[in-house]
């Protein structure tokens, strides 16, 4: 602000053609000069753009106390004021005010809460969503553990079946095997009883022959015996 003051001094100082020696002494006057706070203050006009209010005519009087005449100090002051509202108007655009500072604020507190109630929801939300996924996993699991314990049941049970109906099977045919066994013992049985009934018959013929065949052969001999003698 100082460097823009200076130059705009320079400038009108160089449009009046006075001394640069008197300018550069002048300005440092000014800028070394401290103006009373209740000597600025500031407008708005209707645009919004902030106007910086100075006490000219002290400014003038200063400057012309330094030997200056009345329409170089005056031409002198209104190019300084004109560099001071430019500057204070870009200081202002660069800061903002307490109001505004509390409004942004506000504003983000309240897309702060806002957006919080949002992650709350969207927690809750997909927290009821993967618990309701999960209940309807342990259904479905519940659902196939029992229908492979129905299968296991019926498969269980047909081969339960099957070996019951095949133990049956294999009951049924040993026992038939075992009357048979039983049938044909009994009929060996038989047999050899009807055999050694034979036999017993059959040695009662050759006995009952053979005593015959001694009785007639010794009647024979006594026969012949008696005609010889």
Known sequence: MAA???AACKRVGQQLGTNPRINSSLFGSLVSTRFDSRSVSQLVNSNGKRVFLVDT???VRRL????????HAEAITDAIIEVLNDSLENV????????????????????LAKFKTEVQSSQGHHFSLLQHETEKLK?????????????????TA???????LERGRIRDELSNQNQETTNLTNKLDREI????????????????YCIGTIVSISAVGLAVVRIIM
């Open 4 to 6: 823009a003051a200076y």
């Open 57 to 59: 005519l002290a400014l």
């Open 64 to 71: 012309e106390s330094q030997g200056l005449p009345s329409k």
């Open 92 to 111: 202002a655009q660069s800061f903002v005010s307490k109001a505004q500072m509390q409004k942004i604020e506000m504003t983000q507190d309240a897309n």
């Open 139 to 155: 259904g479905d699991i519940e659902k196939m553990r029992s229908e492979l314990r129905h299968e296991i049941d019926k498969v």
């Open 158 to 164: 047909g081969q339960r079946l099957d070996l019951n």
């Open 193 to 208: 009883h009807a055999l050694r009934a034979q036999l017993e018959a059959a040695k009662y013929d050759v006995i009952k």
